[in-house]
């Protein structure tokens, strides 16, 4: 079956540290999107792709990129991980109106 | 500034008993709604979506959308346990390739 997964489930790093979160996805999608969850925030928008070579800011897109050289993949880097980033992250793709939403990876910065 | 509203709760509701959910929303730009459900420790999953005004039914569930007053609700009629859980409403400002903007989520307890 086709699926949307990310890697790892659950990561601990130090502030300061560049970091970088896995998102695969099988069913073929174009649209592929970065989402944190905080309690008290709600799910908010990091980045998102239309495509290959395409990427889009969103909502909260200070501290973090995404680059996307293959329909599958949209990886999200935290190029200096600070204490605010500690969250829950939630990978997306989707065609038409439905999105698919990955499994979640909790970052804890320290 | 696109916003989606929603009670935090948490709403208790007794088991069988019809749950009304609501959200409102900022922007009347906006071309479509969704209800997701999202267990604890889980991600979310969609339940249905909603772009025009008006009722939309699928099995125990009933999406209602009114763009005049930007307000939008989920029904779920005959309650049960497994329905215990967050609902986040999100919009869509936009065509279909761009992201959700999400409510913060309604806490939904139903009670056996």
């Known amino acids: 079956d086709a699926e949307i997964t990310q890697s790892p489930r659950h990561k601990i790093t130090e502030t300061g540290r560049q970091v970088t979160l896995a998102c695969h996805q099988t069913?073929?999608?174009?649209?592929m999107f970065w989402y944190r969850q905080d309690l008290g925030h709600g799910l908010r928008l990091i980045h998102y792709?239309?495509?290959?070579?395409?990427?889009n800011k969103g909502e909260v897109s200070d501290g973090y990129s995404v680059s996307r050289s293959n329909t599958e993949d949209l990886p999200l880097t935290l190029e200096s991980a600070a204490s605010s980033q500690t969250s829950v992250y939630f990978c997306a793709s989707s065609v038409g109106s439905e999105a698919f939403f990955g499994q979640g990876t909790r970052l804890t910065v320290v | 500034q696109k916003e989606v509203e929603q009670n935090s709760g948490p709403l208790s509701v007794p088991e069988g008993a019809i749950a009304s959910l609501n959200c409102t929303y900022s922007?009347?730009?906006?071309?479509?709604f969704f209800w997701y459900r999202q267990y604890s420790g889980k991600s979310p999953e969609l339940i249905m979506f909603?772009?025009s005004n008006g009722d939309k039914e699928d099995g125990r569930f009933t999406a209602q959308l009114n763009k005049a007053s930007q307000y939008v609700s989920l029904l779920i009629r005959d309650s049960q346990p497994s329905d215990s859980a967050t609902y986040l409403c999100a919009g869509r400002w936009g065509g279909g390739a761009d992201g959700l903007t999400f409510g913060k989520g309604t806490h939904l307890i139903i009670q056996p």
């Open positions: 069913w073929n999608h174009n649209n």
């Open positions: 922007d009347r730009g906006s071309q479509s």
């Open positions: 909603i772009y």
């Open positions: 792709s239309y495509g290959v070579q395409d990427t």
